[in-house]
């Protein structure tokens, strides 16, 4: 478990990290920058990214999350 851990930065590219690790992953509030490039992450992980509020900077090249879920993630109240 990550959760008590104060990471600023995770670097899980080219990984077998899927949606499920990612609800883990949104436990880390002092994280700024996530890579998750190249893992089998979706748009069904887009809820539990939103909740990274101080996140600065995020890679997910190469996943299976799709450019609406990316409009959703920079516009989340939908206006």
């Known amino acids: 478990s990550l959760r008590d851990c104060p990471l600023t930065m995770l670097d899980l590219e080219d990984t077998n ?13 002092d994280l700024v920058s996530l890579d998750l ?12 990214l939103l909740k ?3 996140l600065f900077r ?3 090249s190469y996943t299976d999350v799709t450019d609406a879920a990316i409009a959703e993630m920079r516009n989340p109240s939908g206006k």
């Open 17 to 29: 990290i899927g949606d499920e690790a990612v609800a883990e992953i949104a436990h880390l509030n």
């Open 37 to 48: 490039s190249e893992t089998l992450v979706t748009d069904a992980a887009v809820p539990e």
């Open 52 to 54: 990274l509020s101080p």
């Open 58 to 60: 995020l890679d997910l």
